[in-house]
């Protein structure tokens, strides 16, 4: 079956300041990643997701990039601010159920 | 604004007694997932359904617990009998087919003393 792997597991970066967050994958097969953000006492959230026929996608200060052939992903979040503090789940999929990442903590700091 | 809607919010039991968790996948879904979140083990994927019929419940401890769909507006899972190791969040999480986006409920936390 599908694993994958996320790091960091915890990320601290100063207001402004970018955050990449990356995962990789096993299974060639996978052509689909999405990444959900979770707030504390909330469920997560989809905030971007990604095709495996696109290479890289932008939605205003974040933006995810896929290589197929070394089977990883990453998650970029520019000129970060107080509220994108939370947990970042990767996640993978090939037409059957969402394998998930460990998630990583990000914490942006004044 | 469409939204997967689960109860309780809340729960704290005792250890023996029996727990059902529901919930409401948003309307034209036909996935239903149960995931568990704990500290230590992360989201993992207990069970799920497409079209009302049972896919996957592998991640499901088969003695205590169980998950059905009696129509396509329910989903339920059931532990009987809880123990303290259950306490967790259990997410509820729907979409459409498989290997598309999923959109998670706000959780039921369980807390089994």
């Known amino acids: 079956g599908e694993n994958v792997e996320q790091h960091p597991s915890t990320l601290s970066v100063q207001e402004g300041d970018s955050a990449v967050i990356k995962c990789t994958y096993s299974d060639s097969a996978s052509n689909y990643f999405p990444w959900y953000k979770q707030e504390l006492g909330k469920g997560p959230q989809l905030i971007i997701d990604?095709?495996?026929?696109?290479g890289e996608k932008k939605d205003q200060r974040i933006a995810v990039t896929l290589n197929k052939t070394a089977k990883h992903f990453s998650l970029h979040i520019t000129e970060t601010q107080p509220e994108d503090s939370a947990v970042y789940f990767c996640a993978a999929s090939q037409g059957s159920k969402l394998t998930f990442g460990t998630g990583t903590r990000l914490q942006v700091t004044l | 604004d469409a939204r997967v809607t689960q109860t309780p919010r809340h729960k704290v039991t005792e250890m023996g007694q029996e727990v059902t968790m529901r919930c409401q996948p948003i309307?034209?879904?036909?996935?239903v997932f149960w995931y568990r979140q704990t500290m230590m083990q992360g989201l993992e994927l207990l069970a799920y359904?497409?079209?009302?019929?049972?896919?996957?419940d592998s991640g499901m401890p088969k003695d205590r617990f169980s998950a059905e769909m009696p129509d396509a507006t329910l989903a339920t899972l059931k532990i009987q009998p809880s123990e303290p190791r259950d306490s967790a969040v259990y997410f509820c999480a729907s979409g459409w087919n498989m290997g598309n986006t999923i959109y998670f409920g706000e959780g039921s936390w369980l807390t089994v003393v």
């Open positions: 990604i095709r495996s026929n696109v």
């Open positions: 359904f497409r079209n009302r019929a049972p896919l996957d």
């Open positions: 309307l034209g879904h036909n996935t």
